[in-house]
C-alpha cells in the first residue's frame, strides 16, 4: 500500500478523533475513540471494521469545501482495497484483476466452460445430471483443488492481517460477538438504527442492508445445498440428481433465488451510489465480482430450470465454469472482503470485551 493513502488517512482519523461528532456511528467509530495514534495496523484495522455506509460523511461539517476536506469513506476503502490487494497471495495477480477485472471475468467463465464442455465429448457419459457432462472422480479431481487452495492462500493473508492488527488469541466470546454482529449486518444499520446512505445521500435507508442479507444468506444456502449433497453421497450412498424433496434442493433452490436477487440489487444500488465516496480503481472490479457471483447463482437455477433438455448441456458447462472461475478468483475478488472484516469484528471483540 501506498505510504501517502496511509498518511492521509491518519490525518483524517485524527481529526476524526478530535471532533467525535460520529463517535455512535458504525463500529470504526468507537475503535478510532479508543486510541490516540494510530500505526498502520490500527488504520488497517478501522478500514477493515468500516462498511462504507457514508452516514459520516454527510454528518461530516469538516468536508469540502472546507480546508480539512474530509473523504472518511473514501480513504478508508482506499486503504481497504490496499490491504486486499497486499494480503492476496501471490499479489501481482490481485493488482492484474483489478486493473482487467471485466475481461479477466469473462475470459475465465467462457474459457472453463469451453474446456468442461468439450470434456463432455472426450469422455464417455457417466450418469444423469452434472455426470452428464462430467464425471464424479473429474468433478472432485477439478473442483476440490480449487476451493482448497483458493481458501489457502485467503488463509495466508489472514494470518499476516491478524498479525499486523496486533490480534490476540480468540475466545469464544469474541467469535460469537462477531457472528452477531455479522449475523445482523449490524454496521449497516447506522447509528441510531435507521440504515445508512450508500446510496440516497443525506436519506437513510435499510436497502443495502437487506441486499447484503440476501446475499449472504443465499450463499451460505447455496454452500448448505452441497455440503449436504456430498454428505448424501459419500455417507447415505445417495447419488445425485436430487429430487425436489431433498436437502440439495430444498437449500439449493431458495438459496440460488435469493443470491441472484440479492446481487442484481447491489449491482442497482451501486449505479445510484456517489462514486467519489469509495475507491474509484476497484469500482470495475467490484462489479464484476457482482456480477460473477451472481451469474453463478442465476445459471444453476437455469440448468435446474432447463430440466434434461438440449440446453442442460450448454448451461452446465456455463454453469460450471462460473463457479470454477468464482473459486479461483476469490483471493483477488471483493468476496476476500468477507473474511478480513469478520477477522476485523474478532479482533473488535477482543479490544471491548
Request: contains cysteine; charged residues 15%.
Amino acid at each position: 500500500m501506498q505510504a501517502e493513502t496511509l498518511d492521509e488517512t491518519r490525518r483524517q482519523l485524527q481529526i476524526c478523533n478530535a471532533c467525535r461528532y460520529c463517535e455512535g456511528y458504525c463500529s470504526a467509530f468507537p475503535a478510532i475513540t479508543r486510541l490516540r495514534d494510530f500505526s498502520d495496523g490500527d488504520i488497517t484495522q478501522i478500514a477493515n471494521l468500516c462498511h462504507n455506509c457514508r452516514g459520516c460523511y454527510y454528518a461530516c461539517q469538516y468536508t469540502e469545501p472546507h480546508e480539512f476536506a474530509l473523504n472518511l469513506p473514501r480513504a478508508l476503502a482506499e486503504v481497504r482495497s490496499g490491504n486486499w490487494a497486499d494480503y492476496a497471495w501471490p499479489a501481482p495477480l490481485a493488482r492484474v484483476f483489478h486493473k482487467h477485472a471485466v475481461a479477466t471475468v469473462i475470459a475465465a467463465v467462457t474459457g472453463f466452460a469451453l474446456i468442461l464442455f468439450v470434456m463432455r465429448f472426450l469422455g464417455e457419459q457417466s450418469g444423469p445430471g452434472f455426470y452428464a457432462l462430467l464425471s464424479h472422480t473429474a468433478m472432485v479431481a477439478i473442483f476440490a483443488p480449487a476451493f482448497v487452495l483458493p481458501l489457502a492462500t485467503v488463509c495466508v493473508g489472514l494470518r499476516r492481517y491478524w498479525h499486523d492488527v496486533g490480534g490476540q488469541p480468540i475466545r469464544a466470546a469474541h467469535l460469537r460477538d462477531a457472528l452477531a454482529q455479522a449475523a445482523q449486518m449490524k454496521n449497516l444499520k447506522g447509528g441510531h438504527g435507521d440504515g445508512c446512505n450508500f446510496e440516497e445521500g443525506e436519506r437513510f435507508t435499510h436497502s443495502r442492508r437487506r441486499a447484503h442479507h440476501a446475499v449472504m444468506y443465499g450463499f451460505l444456502l447455496c454452500f448448505a445445498s452441497t455440503a449436504s449433497g456430498t454428505v448424501l453421497h459419500y455417507v447415505f450412498a445417495m447419488h445425485a440428481p436430487y429430487g425436489l424433496i431433498s436437502l440439495p434442493k430444498l437449500f439449493g433452490l431458495p438459496g440460488g433465488i435469493l443470491l441472484t436477487l440479492g446481487c442484481v440489487w447491489l449491482l442497482m444500488l451501486r449505479r445510484r451510489a456517489a462514486h467519489d465516496l469509495s475507491d474509484t480503481r476497484t469500482h470495475g472490479s467490484d462489479v464484476a465480482f457482482l456480477a460473477l457471483l451472481g451469474f453463478v447463482a442465476a445459471s444453476g437455477l437455469a440448468v435446474y430450470a432447463s430440466g434434461g433438455t438440449a440446453l442442460s448441456g450448454p448451461l452446465l458447462a456455463l454453469h460450471l465454469g462460473a463457479v470454477l472461475s468464482f473459486f479461483l478468483l476469490t483471493p483477488y475478488t471483493r468476496m476476500a472482503h468477507a473474511f478480513f472484516r469478520m477477522a476485523a469484528l474478532v479482533r473488535d471483540a477482543q479490544q471491548r470485551l
